[in-house]
């Protein structure tokens, strides 16, 4: 009977440390952003939608006052999606239902690469719901072609210097 109980001391205990790690990670927005497509990709020049439904998940009327965003690169955004379509406030659970939230134009000369950006909802200067989104701004088709005919010349230099062999024929 010792040995059962010995075995059950290390499931109930993970159990337990699961257990709290999901209350420590409790959302401390009363308001969920929920974005259509957090991770979006583009060429530069190329301008992004981003919509998404806003939730109210306090026990209390919560105000929609403003908006801010954060997103490091040459990103130009427009929130006037969230200005002219959001609710001014949202009841204790009530849902936004689907609206376009804001657009990120990617600038000419951007660099190839992820961008994390931050998308905040306001209540006079606090936060009062939050929401990640990623950028990937990919290559302009004039550089991956570019890449792929020195590639090809590579191979084809490669080719010619390499020796010829010579097969044997056997009578």
Do not use: C, H, W
Request: glycine letters at 12%.
């Amino acid at each position: 009977m010792k040995s059962f109980r010995k075995l059950l001391v290390l499931p109930l205990t993970i159990v337990a440390f699961l257990g709290a790690v999901s209350v420590a990670k409790a959302d401390p927005y009363p308001l969920t952003i929920t974005l259509d497509s957090p991770f979006q990709s583009g060429l530069t020049g190329t301008t992004l939608d981003f919509t998404g439904t806003i939730t109210n998940i306090s026990g209390s009327l919560v105000n929609l006052g403003g908006d801010s965003f954060t997103l490091g690169g040459s990103f130009t955004s427009n929130d006037s999606g969230y200005v002219n379509n959001a609710p001014f406030t949202l009841d204790a659970s009530q849902t936004s239902g689907g609206i376009d939230l804001f657009t990120i134009t990617i600038a000419p000369g951007t660099a190839a690469g992820i961008y994390a950006g931050v998308f905040d909802i306001m209540d006079g200067n606090t936060i009062v719901g939050q929401v990640d989104f990623d950028i990937d701004v990919t290559p302009e088709p004039g550089t991956i072609l570019l890449l792929g005919t020195g590639l090809l010349l590579l191979a084809g230099l490669i080719r010619l210097r390499l020796p010829k062999t010579k097969t044997l024929t056997v009578a």
